[in-house]
């Protein structure tokens, strides 16, 4: 499998961040990919899944827990952004609304393998179109190691085109680890593309209010 060198990477990060004026907040690093010649009717190209990277963006990631009795208890332990009982997912059935917000507002969702029925029926219809479905796990899942997980871990989505947005990183990041991040997102998409690098189009790295500078792919 052919691999981007990652010191070009490291000279493109350089570039956004140094084309990128001053602002008064830790703007993001994202960065996008298009891809060609690829069947977007064909399920397995419409790439939806999730990817812990080598390090953590220094941005939080909203994490909420689906849980009861033991999980339910070390999950609040952990300082989990929220937790849900049984009973609170309940309430979801009949509030479309407040499901919507929810779905919304958290990043990632974990839920207790027992939970998952209610899960689908309470909040199903709001997170699988999104692709936020929760990871079922087992009432003894190590739920701090989960956590810890999930606060590197990306969403790639393709939707109606052929192009990928994810956010791999912060201004305040060294140039290196987010290059890493980003070398990581390359090398799990060639592996899934069925041409690997005559799929790119292009790959661009820009602040979140900077312009785009382009990875060169050769």
């Not at 010649?37 to 220094?58: A, G, S, Y």
């Amino acid at each position: 499998m052919m691999s981007i060198d990652v010191e070009k990477i490291i000279k493109a990060v350089k570039e956004a961040k140094e084309k990128s004026k001053e602002r008064n907040f830790n703007e993001s690093i994202d960065i996008s990919i298009s891809f060609k010649n690829l069947d977007l009717k064909k399920p397995e190209n419409r790439i939806n899944t999730e990817l812990v990277l080598p390090h953590p963006i220094n941005k939080p990631v909203k994490i909420c827990v689906i849980a009861s009795g033991d999980l339910e208890v070390r999950a609040k332990n952990e300082g989990v952004d929220l937790v849900l009982s049984r009973s609170d997912l309940e309430k979801f059935t009949s509030d479309r609304k407040t499901a919507k917000k929810l779905a919304k507002q958290y990043d990632f969702f974990i839920a207790q393998i027992d939970l998952m029925p209610l899960v689908g029926r309470a909040l199903g219809p709001v997170l699988g179109p999104r692709g936020k479905m929760p990871k079922p796990v087992p009432p003894t899942a190590d739920i701090k190691s989960l956590i810890e997980q999930y606060r590197r871990t990306i969403r790639l989505r393709m939707r109606d085109n052929p192009v990928i947005h994810a956010r791999v990183g912060t201004k305040d990041m060294e140039d290196e680890k987010i290059a890493e991040n980003i070398k990581a997102v390359l090398d799990f998409l060639l592996e899934k593309l069925e041409k690997g690098m005559q799929n790119i189009k292009s790959i661009y790295v820009k602040t979140t209010m900077g312009p785009p500078v382009p990875i060169k792919l050769k």
